[in-house]
């Protein structure tokens, strides 16, 4: 049965950094793409990031071009996203998803969920 657990998430002060992971099982990852999401109460649910499974495409919203980094270690079957220069408005809840082969910010895209962990920027 095909899994993915979040982790990594907490509360950062502004311009703080933390590295969020999506751990994969049931499946192999090099045939999937990983994508990244978040939702803030009261927001629609927005994609931030992208990988596919053999890395070569990545894609990232305009919001967060610059200060966030996706990575994926197939042998680990993990995807990560390095956040930096984290912002209050970055506060939400980041969640991964999986899908064949293809990368995509589109939630309609994506077959799998993880449930998501807490990213809270505050001072």
Not at 34 to 53: D, H, L, N, T, Y
Not at 91 to 105: F, P, R
Request: contains cysteine; proline residues 2%; glycine residues 12%.
């Amino acid at each position: 049965q095909l899994q993915l657990v979040e982790s990594g998430g907490g509360l950062v002060q502004p311009g703080g950094s933390l590295r969020l992971s999506c751990a994969a099982s049931g499946f192999t990852s090099d045939y999937y793409a990983i994508g990244w999401f978040r939702q803030a109460p009261g927001k629609e649910r927005e994609g931030v990031s992208c990988i596919m499974g053999s890395g070569r495409t990545l894609n990232y919203a305009d919001s967060v071009k610059g200060r966030f980094t996706i990575s994926r270690d197939n042998a680990k079957n993990t995807v990560y996203l390095q956040m930096n220069s984290l912002k209050p408005e970055d506060t939400a809840v980041y969640s991964c998803a999986a899908a064949y082969y293809y990368c995509s910010l589109d939630n309609d895209h994506y077959d799998y969920w993880g449930q998501g962990t807490q990213v809270t920027v505050s001072s």
